[in-house]
């Protein structure tokens, strides 16, 4: 039986917005999609558009839960084989004053946006090694190259996210797998108010300019890597 070299790329939070985005352009390049959310139903559509165009495959993970993460991880591996690409993705944001911000909201948010990205790297990141080859790109944010009122929650979660990659980038550049982060400011998903997408819509970049990013990123020689890269809209922050 003929091998099957093309990636398979696990991507993280994959029911809408970048996510979402993502698939649809690595399902252009050719690779091999695997598709997680809290809920695997919650990608069925999204299956059933890209499947025009590629293998891919749907799978319920939590992010936050470790089990949820290595049952997934096995999952996508029997499956697809191996996973070759690691998107994460997964992410929650809650804007407010830090005296208006609850202790589980503040959890939440540390739970998924920085021991998510722990989990699921964790993950993956062992057969990569074994192999010697594999790639691991977080979407992070604009939160953590400038300051920004209402987020210190989250501005905290995703700087976590940066520190554990930058760390683990230096642990793991001579065996064969690259770390990569994205910082995208101001783009129109579903984390933004109706307020202020209708008052801000016009300045923000949409989910496939992120998107296409991630694509170069990935699609650089192997003898490089871009190792972060900030994303703004043209005319800047909000």
Not at 135 to 148: E, K
Request: net charge negative; hydrophobic share 45%; aromatic share 6%.
């Amino acid at each position: 039986m003929k091998t099957d070299n093309r990636d398979v790329v696990w991507i993280t939070g994959a029911r809408r917005g970048i996510g979402a985005a993502v698939a649809r352009e690595l399902a252009e390049a050719g690779k091999r999609l695997a598709l997680s959310a809290r809920r695997a139903e919650d990608v069925k559509e999204l299956q059933t558009e890209l499947r025009e165009h590629t293998d891919v495959g749907i799978f319920s993970c939590d992010v936050a839960d470790r089990a949820s993460v290595t049952d997934c991880a096995q999952a996508i591996a029997d499956e697809f084989g191996r996973i070759d690409v690691l998107i994460n993705n997964a992410g929650v944001g809650v804007f407010k004053p830090m005296l208006e911000l609850s202790p589980e909201e503040f959890d939440a948010m540390i739970d998924v946006n920085l021991r998510g990205v722990y989990n699921c790297t964790r993950a993956v990141l062992p057969d990569m090694i074994e192999r010697g080859r594999g790639d691991i790109l977080t979407i992070n944010s604009i939160a953590v190259q400038a300051s920004f009122a209402n987020c210190t929650a989250y501005g905290a979660s995703k700087a976590g996210a940066l520190a554990f990659n930058r760390s683990l980038r230096a642990e793991v550049r001579e065996q064969g797998v690259r770390i990569m982060d994205i910082f995208p400011g101001a783009t129109a998903t579903a984390i933004w108010s109706d307020d202020m997408l209708e008052e801000f819509g016009e300045r923000m970049m949409e989910p496939r300019d992120v998107a296409q990013a991630v694509r170069e990123m990935l699609e650089t020689s192997r003898r490089a890597v871009v190792e972060e890269l900030v994303l703004r809209p043209r005319r800047g922050d909000l």
